[in-house]
């Protein structure tokens, strides 16, 4: 089969390596139709993290079934599925408890698993043809009938329409809340997106990007230019110096500055000045636990200098971590079925899959227009 495989910083190719397989009877094997490029997975593309050559990369996958393991029950061959990134067993006591973003069983020795991504397990990514789905009863969301149509819409699902909705639980944001964000990539506007659809009464959006914040105007948010570094006084000017209900962080370790200069703790900290006092943050970005190439000492041991002394006197609350996406896929599938979510609206290229190392070079240089990357396996 023909798949996207990491050969080094910067480096990565599509070639034929061999077929995914059927390796348990609990597996599912998916010929993948839509598979995305993620921002998560420009960490590993530019060497920010410690994942092998030759990895297989994708987590954020769609397909149909095409052969079932003899243990496999619940989904059928011929089923359209879309996959989650977490990998989760579904019966261990976090998976027990709906936290499938942390499943003790799916990779030995640590709290979750994912598809070909650094350090979270022995597990194939889906930017290629073939993926071999562990776990399947239990991992695929079986698609409504004529779901080849929104295709682009349900692909979503696998990671950042969950995401943006867990950052917004994350921060225990209510009804009639308004609500900060900081990052207008694909996790950011997703977020914007679904404090819309739950009831928010603002929602700005901080970027330096403007095709970004073009595309969180669209979508219903207030775009918050910080290029001059003013979006801490813009977005508490909105708020009538309280500062917001509550906020989310969609950057993570890799924020910039308005000059491009890395600083990591930028975005915690402009978070906690513009939350309210006793106002939750929901932290989504992701932060690694090493990071060689960090900006500075604390970042290359996955620390960041916080403004711990104001959030604690402002009485703020805080709650991060990967989304569990079953925990929000299906109801979030039943609004895209019904025509009331068309998160597809941030997708701003579609690429064969052999085009893929554009779309890696071209997303990562953060070039203008390129917002969300899908790639089309069949194409």
Known sequence: MKALVYNGPRDVAVKDVPDA???????????????????????????RTDVKQGQILGHENLGVVIDAGSAVERVKVGDRV?????????????????LTGFCLIANPGRAGAAYGYSQMGPYSGGQAELLRVPYAD????????????KENDYVLLSDIFPTGYHATELARMRVGDSVVIYGAGPVGLMAAYSAIIK?????????????????AEKIGAIPIDNSDESAVDQVLSLTGKKGADCGCEC???????????????????????TVRATGGIGVVGVFMPKDPGGADELAKRGQIAFDFGKFFSKGQHMATGQTNVKAYNRLLCKLIAAGKASPSVIISHQLPLDKAPEGYANFDARKDGWTKVVLKTGA
């Open 138 to 149: 239990f991992n695929c969301l079986v698609l409504p009938p004529g779901a080849e149509e």
């Open 82 to 98: 879309c996959l989650p990134f977490n990998i989760s067993c579904g019966v261990c006591e976090n998976c027990d408890r709906g």
């Open 199 to 215: 009831g928010a009464s603002k929602v700005m959006v901080v970027d330096t990007h403007k095709d970004r914040l073009a595309l």
């Open 251 to 273: 950057v993570g370790y890799q924020c910039c500055d308005h000059t491009g200069k890395e600083v990591p703790n930028l975005t915690m900290n402009n978070l906690v000045k």
């Open 21 to 47: 397989k059927i390796e348990k009877p609990t597996d599912v094997l998916v010929k993948i139709t839509t598979t995305n490029i993620c921002g998560s997975d420009l960490h590993m593309y530019e060497g």
